[in-house]
Structures are given as C-alpha cells and as structure tokens.
C-alpha cells in the first residue's frame, strides 16, 4: 500500500497516528492509532484509508465557494436566515461542486488498492465523516456528521465523500459549533473509507471503558443489537447490555461478567440491496429477540480491548464495535474519548434523594444519578419541536441529534425506546440532564402538562412518578474525610446502585444481602423453579417469560444472582466483600413467584423458619444448593476472591455444625481456596456461646436490629412498640461489649452491619472504645458517622 507522499490527500490509516488529529480529524486519527499501535493486543480493525483536512480546504478552495458559505453564516448570526435554510444553503453549495482531478484520482486508486487488500472487485466500505475539531475532551459530536454504509463502486464511493463534505453543515453541527463556540471555517473534514463489516449478518454495539452513570473505573460496559449499530445510536432498539470487571481480567480462568441483560431488540438494521437505499429496517426473529448478540468469551475479549484501548490512550473511552458475519470476528470500527467522566472531580459529588414514599408510574434505564421534576412537555415528532417549553420534561419516542437544541434546555428526559448508549442517552449525559430511556410507553401513559417527577437517584434503573415528589440534594466533599483506624465498610443491598458509591473511601462491603437480588431481580422462588410441578399454571408461565435467555431455570437462578453478587462486590475491590446467605422469612418468600406452593403459614415469622434452619432442611436443601452454586461461581468462575460468606440467624452451635456441613457438600468449604466463613451475631445464644462460634467461624458481624428484638423480646417491626426498641438499651449495648471481647479473645475478626451505627453517632462512639474491629454503614451516613468514628478514636487515645 501507498505511503505519505509529499502532499497527500489520502493516507493509509496504518500510517496516522493521535498525532495526526489536525490533519485527520479525531475519529480518523484514532483509528489510525488503533491500527497502529494496538494490534500486539489482539485488537482489530478494518483496513482503510483517510482523505486529509488539507484536501477538503483545496476542495473550498478550488470551487470558490468559502466566501459564499461566510456570509450565509453572517445572515444567521444576524437573524435574516433561519438555522434550516443556512444548512440547507451551504450544503448545496457544496454538493454541486466538483472534486479536483488529483483529489478524485487518490480516491480512486486508493479504493482499488483496497479492493486489492481484501480480494474483491468492488469492496463494500464504509464512509464516516472525521472532523477536526472533534473528539475533544468536554466536547461530542456524536451523530453531527454523516456516515454512508455499504458503498460500492468508485462513482457511489466519490458520491458518499461529497456528502460526507456535505455533513459538516448539518443544521445540528451548525448549533453545535455555535453553542460550543468553535470557528465553523476552523474545522476541516476529513473522510475515512473503511473496509465494510459485515455487522449486518451479526451484530454490533457501543463498548464505554468506564461505568457511563457514576464514572466508576473499574468495569466495561456495552451494548448490543442485532444488524448495523445505527439502530442503538438511534435508541431505536433496546440493546442487550453487558457489564464487566475490568481488574480480574487478567487473572487465569477468571471470567468477571457482571451483568447480562437480554434486551428486547425489536428490529435490526441491514443493508438494501436494492431501491437505491444503504439501509433497511426488518423486524428481528423470535430467536433473536430472545437470545444474546454475544457468547461470554467474545464479551470477554471485547472487554480486554477496553482495557487496552484505555490503557495506550491513558483516559476513559468510548468505542465502537462490529462483529462480522462472515468470519464471526469482532472488530473496533470507532474510538474516542469518553467526554463526560473522564475529566471529572473525583474529590466530591452530589447525592440525590428522594424524601417522600411513592410508587413509581413506569421504569427505564436510569441516565446521570440526578432527580429533576416538572411538567411534561410531549412531542412525538421532530418536526414539532419548536412547540417545546423551556424548563419542561421532554417525553418522546426518542431522539438524534436534531432534538439537541431543545434537550440542552429541558429540566429533564424520557424516551419510549433506546439504552445506556442510545442518542438520548449519550447527549443528556453531556448537558447533565436526567433521562429515563427506554421506558416502553411512557408517550402513551403521560400527556401533555402533566407534572412528573424522574428519578435517577437509585442505580441503572429509573423512575417516574406521576406529581412532584419531594427529594433532597446533597453536596459531599470527601476530601474532608479524616483516616480512621477502624475499618468503615458500606452495606449494600442494590446491585444497580452499588457503582454510585465508590467514591467514598470504604474498606469493603460489610454486608451485602442475597434476599434483595432475590426479590428484586430474580423474582421467583428457587424450589419452585427446580420443581415447576408444584407451581400453578400462571405462575409457570411467568417463570417462563423471566428466564429467557437461559439454558435452563436453575442456570437462570444461578447466574443472576451471581452477577448481582459480583456487582455488589466490584466497587471496593479488593477489600472484602461480605454476602449474607438468604434471609427471607416464610410470609416474605411466599411472596416471590411460585413461593406460596412452598412456603409453610407461620404466626411468627420473625422467629420461624428463617436463616440457617432452612440451608440443611428438606424443605429448602436444593435451593440452598443453587444459592452454594452462585457463590461458588462469584469466587471461582469471575474471580472475586474477596467474597466472605456469612450465615444469618444461627441458633446453636450444633446447627452450625449442619450448615457447615452442607455448605462444604456443596463445594463451599471453610479454608479450601480462602473461603471465609463468618457468622451473624444477633441471637443472644451467639453471644452467650461466642467461644463455641468461634471455633467454627472466620468472624462475627453484629447484627443489632434483631439482637435488640431478641434481648427486649420487642418485634421490631411492631408499631405499638416503636417506642421501646432501642439499640441503645443497656442490655443491648453489654451483650455487645460481651461479643466483642469474646471474639477478641478467640482471636478472630468482628464487626457491626447493623443499622444503630447509622441511626446514632454516640453508638458508633461506643463501639469504637469497646475496640470493634469494623463498622459497616449505610450510603447515606458515612460522612458524617466517619467524622463521629474518627473523633471518638481521638479521645479513646487519650
């Protein structure tokens, strides 16, 4: 292939460069440097070449037309000439120019060389447009310029290039530039003309090297669809998204997915092979809605790419990614920077809290991690968009790039269709306004005026409420946390919410609940997805529809409660992770799907069949087992090795024995590969025989909540008795000076999960000079219980 010559106006991407952004654009550039430089990764790229800024300056230049495009600038600025018709004037003055002959001809041969390069006569390639100004950090151009797919032939090819030329005076780069101040007449186009992958037979997505909602580092995350990228870009589909932990991928055998949700991906974008259209729209196959674009392993590589890609750029990026038909290899077709977390303040964030109880009017995928509240503004076409109220909440079907002059000004957005990658997605992270996308019908069920409260504040998944719900903002500066000898840990219940906290400076997760992920993301009873015999027709039916995309039941439960373990452990890796075996009492999981066929009716719950009573009875044994088989998974398969098991609700030293027991038949054996083991403090028998616990366990966790019930003989969940349960009551307070010197004692770990920490600075205090060896508290009161720990450690050492 040819070289730079003197002057070029094409140049090979094997031959640019980051350096080269003034002469090749940012995306151009980028590719050049991927090409280049990370190919020992594995990394792949379609070959292709660049036309260069100079040559489109020549291209002005030689058909006399700059002065023209000037003042058809000057006549909007000045409000003679609206947005539509200045585009619509520079454009045409640039589709009815000619290529110069030298121009054309590098084209040309360029193209022939590469049909050379992949043997055959007329390549189908892909033509995107590259400008020079873009890609900068605090700026994105997604979708401003245009990209022509499947071009053949030199005459369609030269076409596509003048169109490409065409596409830097769009009416939405035209605002975009003017918004963000740039010189329309200092950015120059460059064109890149790849080798076409055939995605159309397969799939493609969008591959974000960081967490995109709360800037977490430490995962991958992506998004995929049946067909051409366009349609998840457009937030025409709701692609399947995949989540994975970045640390563990070099470690042997780990395979650290994360999540795997299976997105609807109604519809798919393929090439036309006739009627003069690049594209066409078909619906996707029953087969294909319900399976992934991706197997683990190719999830997997994707992800290292993402490690590499970061790495060699050194900053959090955003890539594009196609997967070929043909020869079922994955390939990066598009790099940039990531603009939204990459430059951000690590030091401080805000936290958004809803202050009154409601029940939300629909759910989509969560976008920022704000909430925002008003009246809805409903427009269902582009064309209507003049009729917006600044101020308002955007609801619509969803959005391109047209829509952004009037999504900077809204308070917030929701969309019917589209992911965390979507159009929508990717330009209301940019302007720092909510949105709810995806949300399937929320044009049909909200009307025009109606106030809305959106709500961004939980995780990935967002929420909507019909009103205006009152919510609070808080402002956290953590570079005023002071150091603390004990060791302060978060508990975590959510999942989808745990990215948002890891900037707080905790130690680990001192307690992460397997009965939330349970309830919330699994839905359905473990015995009664192993004996669907027992389970009522709609209740089957409903297993059915929840474990689509899985082998089969148990593999369903298997694998998501494993990935939302693996979730809850990520932010704070390495440090330990703590995750509480279920802890469901009988009334709560004859709530789940199928649960009443198994669960017996108890006057007491509280203190029934709960905690470990069940792990070793017939009644609950199996689905103990796949509750063994998640764990084993977290630690052996993904990789997190900081996973300590702990046992809820143990009554005697004999049952521990039995729990043990059954745990090691299932593959969990106290000491084989690390596996800790630790033990819920909260019966007073496990305080009374801590010596004998002890001998059988790895550590304690205080739980204070049902320690309390227990030694008051007060149900905490009684209203009538609110007033008398106290975790602050002498005899509380003395059985937990009792465990803590006990466990001491015996020479192993303790520390608290319960909820008096939070509620209670003094109690925090208290528990500091009785020489806890951890604290574990809620989100929402770890700055100021840090201070009230880190205070009391100050007088303890006097």
């Known amino acids: 292939m040819s070289s730079k010559g003197s002057n070029p106006a094409v140049i090979w991407l094997d031959q640019l460069s980051i350096d080269d952004v003034p002469s090749v654009g940012g995306k151009n550039a980028s590719l050049g440097e991927l090409v280049g430089r990370l190919g020992e990764a594995g990394v792949r790229v379609p070959q292709g070449f660049a036309t260069t800024a100079q040559a489109f300056r020549d291209f002005l230049a030689a058909n006399d037309i700059t002065g023209a495009m000037q003042e058809q600038i000057r006549l909007y600025r000045s409000g003679e000439k609206t947005l539509q018709d200045t585009g619509h004037s520079i454009r045409e003055l640039i589709l009815a120019s000619k290529f110069p002959d030298d121009f054309a001809q590098q084209?040309?041969?360029?193209?022939?060389?590469?049909?050379?390069?992949?043997?055959?006569?007329?390549p189908a390639v892909a033509v995107r447009s590259s400008a020079t100004a873009e890609d900068l950090p605090g700026a994105s151009f997604a979708g401003q310029h245009e990209t022509f797919l499947n071009i053949r032939g030199e005459a369609a090819l030269l076409d596509a290039c003048l169109r490409c030329f065409a596409s830097l005076f769009t009416d939405r780069a035209i605002s975009y530039r003017e918004t963000k101040g740039f010189d329309h007449f200092a950015v120059a186009l460059s064109i890149g003309v790849q080798q076409m992958v055939r995605s159309d037979l397969a799939g493609s997505g969008v591959l974000f090297t960081i967490d995109t909602e709360s800037g977490f580092p430490g995962v991958a995350t992506m998004s995929a669809a049946w067909g051409l990228g366009e349609t998840i870009v457009q937030g025409a589909v709701n692609p399947d998204r995949y989540v994975v932990f970045k640390p563990l991928l070099d470690t042997p055998h780990a395979r650290p997915i994360i999540e795997?949700?299976?997105?609807?991906?109604?519809?798919r974008m393929i090439y036309a092979e006739e009627g003069g259209k690049q594209t066409r729209i078909v619906p996707s196959t029953e087969d294909?809605?319900?399976s992934y674009v991706l197997n683990d392993d190719e999830i997997l590589e994707l992800g290292r790419w993402a490690v590499a890609v970061e790495?060699?750029?050194g900053r959090p990026m955003d890539l594009e990614w196609a997967k070929d038909g043909d020869n079922g290899l994955l390939y990066l077709v598009q790099a940039r920077p990531e603009t939204i977390h990459g430059d951000s303040n690590q030091a401080g964030f805000r936290r958004y809290r809803l202050t009154a109880d409601a029940e939300p009017a629909l759910s989509g995928v969560a976008i920022g991690s704000a909430i925002a509240s008003g009246k809805v503004c409903l427009i269902r076409d582009a064309s209507d968009i003049a009729h917006f109220q600044d101020g308002s909440i955007l609801v619509t079907g969803n959005t391109d790039p047209d829509w952004v002059p009037i999504m900077k000004r809204a308070a917030g957005i929701v969309t019917d269709r589209g992911g965390s990658t979507s159009h929508a997605a990717i330009v209301?992270?940019?302007l720092g306004v909510p949105a709810v996308v995806g949300t399937g019908k929320a044009t049909e069920i909200f009307h025009d005026g109606q106030e809305i409260t959106l709500s961004c504040a939980g995780g990935d998944k967002g929420l909507i409420f019909d009103g205006l719900i009152d919510f609070d903002i808080e402002e956290i500066d953590l570079s005023a946390l002071p150091d603390t000898r004990t060791g302060i840990m978060l508990n975590i219940a959510d999942p989808a919410a745990a990215f948002q906290w890891w900037r707080l400076p905790a130690k680990g997760v001192g307690l992460a609940r397997m009965e939330f992920i349970i309830n919330n993301l699994i839905k359905v009873h473990p015995m009664a997805l192993l004996h669907p015999e027992r389970v009522s027709a709609a209740d089957n039916r409903h297993i059915r529809e929840l474990v689509r995309g899985h082998d089969n039941p148990a593999?369903?439960?298997v694998d998501i409660l494993a990935r939302g373990i693996g979730r809850l452990a990520a932010p704070f890796f390495p440090h330990p992770a703590i995750v509480r075996l279920s802890d469901f009492k009988t009334n709560e999981y004859a709530h789940l799907v199928g649960g009443e066929a198994f669960e017996p009716k108890e006057e007491n719950p509280?203190?029934?069949?709960r905690g470990a009573s069940r792990y070793y009875d017939d009644r609950y044994r199996d689905g103990f087992a796949l509750e063994c088989r998640a764990l084993r998974k977290v630690r052996e398969e993904m990789g997190f090795a900081n996973v300590i098991v702990m046992v809820p609700f143990c009554r005697t030293p004999a049952e521990a024995d039995r729990v043990l027991a059954v745990m090691a038949e299932n593959g969990l054996r106290r000491g084989e590969n690390g596996l800790q083991i630790y033990m819920m403090c909260e019966i007073p028998s496990n305080v009374l025989l801590a010596e004998q616990f002890a001998t059988r366990f790895d550590g304690f966790s205080i739980g204070s909540n049902d320690l309390t019930q227990l030694l008051l003989g007060v149900d905490r969940d009684s209203e009538l008795l609110s007033a008398m349960f106290d975790e602050r009551d002498a005899a509380v307070m003395q059985a937990i000076s009792d465990a803590i010197r006990k466990a001491h004692a015996a020479g192993i770990k303790i520390g608290i999960c319960g909820q008096a920490p939070s509620n209670y600075p003094e109690f925090a205090e208290f528990l500091v000079h009785e020489g806890i060896d951890s604290i574990s508290l809620n989100p929402d009161s770890f700055v100021k219980t840090s201070a009230a720990i880190a205070a009391a450690e100050g007088s303890a050492a006097q």
Request: net charge positive; no cysteine; charged share 30%.
């Open 288 to 290: 294909q809605r319900q």
């Open 428 to 430: 209301s992270r940019e």
């Open 606 to 609: 509280m203190l029934g069949f």
């Open 555 to 557: 593999d369903y439960f």
């Open 260 to 267: 795997k949700t299976l997105g609807e991906k109604a519809i």
């Open 311 to 313: 790495k060699h750029y």
């Open 107 to 122: 084209i040309r041969q360029a193209y022939s060389q590469l049909a050379e390069h992949v043997q055959s006569r007329d």
